[in-house]
Every structure is written in structure tokens, then in C-alpha cells.
């Protein structure tokens, strides 16, 4: 997963890009089920893998980019680039070596007798009583982006 | 993997290749794929202190429901970024942030 992350990152070619997120949200999404999150490592892969990425293949394909030219790459940016993640990479060995209960096997669940754990189930039913406003403010922002996206890709015709 | 530390490097890892893709590549739509990444990693970390802080046995369903909504909203701000990146390449025929400088005054 960490490898497609690079592949990201390092490939030339947008849409090979693109579909090294894909893998690697996939992979991400099979850490999320293996944490016993199941919902949203299926939500994960149905918005990420499904929505976004569609989304982004049609916007490379709209624009029709081809491979980039081979420009030089802009010596500070990529200098700036390897020390923050360098600084960032030797922080965080730093902090996880020093961070004892980071040391934790996954603890098993404990379950009332015999039922199958049900994230899902457990989610909505928080979902819809203590964070039921919450998901009427998400609501509003979601019409709010879908206005504003109609808005922005109209052609101005206007001017 | 399967502890603690394991989780939360592999999200650190993802978070580094993120940034540093964010600062390196000039490409915006590439710079905005790596965006994504480190909401990603980000949201692998509130799983997993979900997963491994146990309230009565259960994971703590309030960090999974935080994930739920970062991804709702990264959801709608893909679709507004991706516009704004049409529009943009509608007036400058460029995808290039080196090429857009009339806001470098």
C-alpha cells in the first residue's frame, strides 16, 4: 500500500497515478477491516475507490493531460521536499520508539453472549440520535458544494 | 503489524509520502491526489486509537463516526477542488502551479 502511496508521488503520468491511489485506498480500506471497522472500510472503499477516483480519472480525462514533459524538476521543491520528510519520518520513529503502550496487541472485543459484533448497526443507531445534528450540518454542506460546484463549472455567459 | 505503533507508522508513512508529494510535484491534480492521501492517514489513525481504545469492551464508536464525516466532507471538497481546477484550466490552459502566477503580485 505504502508503495503505491510512492507510485503516486513518483509517476509522471497523471492517470497512472490516479490508479496508484486507487490501489493503494484499497489497501487502506483492508487496514480499516482489519481494525473490525467494517463500515467504513467498505464506505472507504464505495466513496475513495468508487466516487473520488472516478471523479478524478473523468476530470484527467476531461482535460486530456498528457504525460508531463520532462521539465526540470525545481531543485529547492525537491530539496524541500526530502528534508520534511526526512524531519517528519525521524519525528515519528522518534515518538513511536518512545511511546510504551503503542507497544499494544489488538485487544479482543468483548461481546454479550454469543452475538456477532455490528459496527454498523452500532454507528447508525449513534449516528441518528447523538449526532443527528451533525448530519443535518453535513447535509447542508454537501447541497452547499453541490450549488457551488453547479456554479463554478457554468460558463459565464453573463459577461 | 497488529499493534499499536505498527498502525500508526504505516499512517505517519502514508502522511510523509502525502506532504512531500504535496510539496514536490507541480502538477495540481496531483498535488490534490496527495492531499487525499494525508486525509487518508489521517483517518487510519482515528480507526485505530478507535480500535485499540476499548470503551466497555467495544471500539469507540465516536472516532469511527468522526471518520465517517472527514470522509463525507473530503467527498464534497474533491468535487468543489475539482471544479475550481476545470474553471482554472479553462481561463490558463494550464495544470501547472508554476504557471499561474497573477497572484504572486
Known amino acids: 500500500m505504502l508503495l503505491f502511496g510512492v507510485g503516486v508521488v513518483v509517476n509522471r503520468n497523471p492517470v497512472a497515478s490516479a490508479l496508484c491511489l486507487?490501489?493503494?485506498?484499497?489497501?487502506?480500506?483492508?487496514?480499516?477491516?482489519?481494525?473490525?471497522?467494517?463500515?467504513?472500510?467498505?464506505?472507504?472503499?464505495?466513496?475513495?475507490?468508487?466516487?473520488?477516483?472516478?471523479?478524478?480519472?473523468?476530470?484527467?480525462?476531461?482535460?486530456?493531460?498528457?504525460?508531463?514533459?520532462?521539465?526540470?524538476?525545481?531543485?529547492?521543491?525537491?530539496?524541500?521536499?526530502?528534508?520534511?520528510?526526512?524531519?517528519?519520518?525521524?519525528?515519528?520513529?522518534?515518538?513511536?520508539?518512545?511511546?510504551?503502550?503503542?507497544?499494544?496487541?489488538?485487544?479482543?472485543?468483548?461481546?454479550p453472549d454469543g452475538q456477532a459484533y455490528e459496527d454498523t448497526k452500532a454507528l447508525g443507531t449513534l449516528l441518528f440520535t447523538e449526532y443527528v445534528f451533525h448530519v443535518q450540518v453535513i447535509g447542508l454542506l454537501l447541497l452547499g458544494a453541490t450549488v457551488g460546484v453547479v456554479a463554478l463549472s457554468k460558463k459565464e455567459a453573463s459577461k | 503489524m497488529g499493534t499499536l505503533n505498527g498502525y500508526l507508522l504505516v499512517s505517519g508513512l502514508l502522511f510523509t509520502i502525502g506532504l512531500t508529494g504535496v510539496i514536490v510535484r507541480r502538477n495540481i491534480i496531483i498535488i490534490f491526489m496527495c492531499l487525499e492521501l494525508m486525509l487518508s492517514a489521517a483517518n487510519l489513525t482515528l480507526v485505530a486509537f478507535s480500535r485499540f481504545g476499548l470503551v466497555n469492551g467495544l471500539p469507540n464508536h465516536h472516532g469511527q463516526l468522526l471518520v465517517f464525516f472527514t470522509i463525507t466532507v473530503a467527498a464534497a471538497e474533491v468535487a468543489v477542488g475539482l471544479a475550481i481546477i476545470v474553471a482554472l484550466y479553462r481561463a490558463k490552459q494550464t495544470v501547472h502551479v508554476e504557471d499561474l502566477k497573477s497572484l504572486g503580485g
Open chain 1, 22 to 111: 486507487v490501489v493503494s485506498f484499497v489497501g487502506l480500506a483492508s487496514l480499516f477491516i482489519s481494525l473490525d471497522a467494517h463500515f467504513l472500510g467498505i464506505i472507504q472503499i464505495l466513496v475513495y475507490t468508487g466516487a473520488v477516483m472516478v471523479l478524478f480519472l473523468f476530470i484527467i480525462m476531461l482535460l486530456d493531460l498528457k504525460e508531463e514533459a520532462r521539465r526540470a524538476l525545481n531543485a529547492w521543491a525537491v530539496a524541500g521536499g526530502a528534508v520534511v520528510a526526512l524531519c517528519l519520518v525521524g519525528t515519528l520513529l522518534h515518538v513511536l520508539g518512545t511511546f510504551p503502550k503503542g507497544e499494544a496487541t489488538l485487544p479482543p472485543l468483548v461481546v
